[in-house]
């Protein structure tokens, strides 16, 4: 895994195989849920934001425990692959969080009658889409890249003390947020005419994650290692 | 299929503007963060082969030129 010429064959035919699935996942999904699932007996068809929102939401916050992973390897053991990841999956979780907070806030206004509200939820997946945010300029703002992958791992680390509060907000504070639908014990409070669509999007989302990182990662080598033999000979057999 | 018409589809009996703004605008980022790292990765492999390209040309051909005398 630490090796790169290893990992960018790897992650090349890792690639070829999880750019159809996702389409296909994103393609299925979005029909059943926009065309075949039923309307919700309370909000009617404005509840069909559930099948991009929830996904990407229920993603993006995978993503950052990505990235603070990836950081925390990155300063414990001085890995630069550890490094090429959290860089990798930070615009990802960021555009992931944007489309959370935009769905929602579009959700919001027949639900609820307005398009933003600073309640404990939103609140928390705004700080969210900052910490992401913070790691891609901080990656930037630093000449040498050692120390940059440095800074933003600590970020990451500090970071995920939001992601519990993002979870629990509802159940901690009065939110005008719903619940959780799918709960992993117990019965979720959705019908599985709705259910099965969720499920198939929420992997479909995984699997853009997956791809989109890989894609970012293959990017970073390519150039980090632009110098070395592997990447020349690669390029001169092509 | 819940729709019977492609008009009822589109108007989801008044929220179609919020569910289509809300999956066209995802869409469009969705796409935008897959294409990006493809251009980048793109523009990052003609950039190698271009040097590799102008190493070459640069390379001395001094076999050659000794041979004209």
């Known amino acids: 895994m630490g090796s790169p010429p290893w990992f960018f064959r790897f992650s090349g035919r890792l690639v070829r195989w999880l750019l159809p699935l996702t389409v296909a996942l994103l393609l299925v999904g979005a029909f059943w849920g ?33 990235m603070a992973l990836a ?30 907070l935009v769905t929602g806030a579009v959700w919001g206004k027949p639900t609820w009658g307005t398009w933003w509200v600073w309640d404990a939820r939103i609140t928390s997946m705004l700080l969210l889409f900052f910490l992401y945010l913070g790691v891609v300029a901080l990656f ?21 003390v939001n992601i519990p509060i993002i979870y629990k ?9 719903q619940p959780a639908s799918i709960k992993f014990t117990g019965e979720s409070a959705i019908d599985s005419s709705m259910l099965y669509p969720l499920l198939l999007m929420i992997g479909a989302f995984y699997c853009l994650f997956a791809l989109t990182v890989l894609l970012n ?14 990447v020349q000979q690669l390029i001169g057999d092509a | 299929m819940y729709f019977d018409s492609l008009s009822s589809l589109w108007h989801m009996d008044g929220h179609g503007i919020y569910v289509w703004v809300s ?12 294409r990006l790292p493809i251009s980048r990765f793109h523009r990052h492999w003609e950039w190698v082969k271009s040097e590799q390209l102008r190493r070459v040309s640069a390379e001395p051909t001094g076999a050659v030129d000794g041979q004209k005398d």
């Open chain 1, 34 to 66: 926009l065309l075949v699932a039923p309307p919700d007996f309370r909000q009617g068809n404005s509840y069909r934001i559930i099948y991009i929102h929830v996904p990407a939401a229920v993603v993006a916050l995978a993503g950052y425990y990505v």
């Open chain 1, 71 to 100: 950081g925390a390897v990155s300063l414990i053991w001085r890995i630069k692959m550890a490094d090429v990841t959290m860089r990798a999956a930070a615009p990802v979780g960021a555009v992931l969080t944007a489309i959370a």
């Open chain 1, 140 to 160: 930037e703002a630093y000449e040498n890249k050692t120390a940059a992958a440095r800074a933003c791992a600590v970020l990451s680390l500090i970071g995920t």
């Open chain 1, 169 to 177: 907000s509802v159940d901690w504070w009065y939110s005008l947020h």
């Open chain 1, 217 to 230: 990662m293959r990017a970073e080598l390519l150039w980090r290692h632009r110098d070395s033999a592997w």
């Open chain 2, 23 to 34: 999956y066209g605008v995802t869409a469009l980022l969705l796409a935008a963060m897959v």
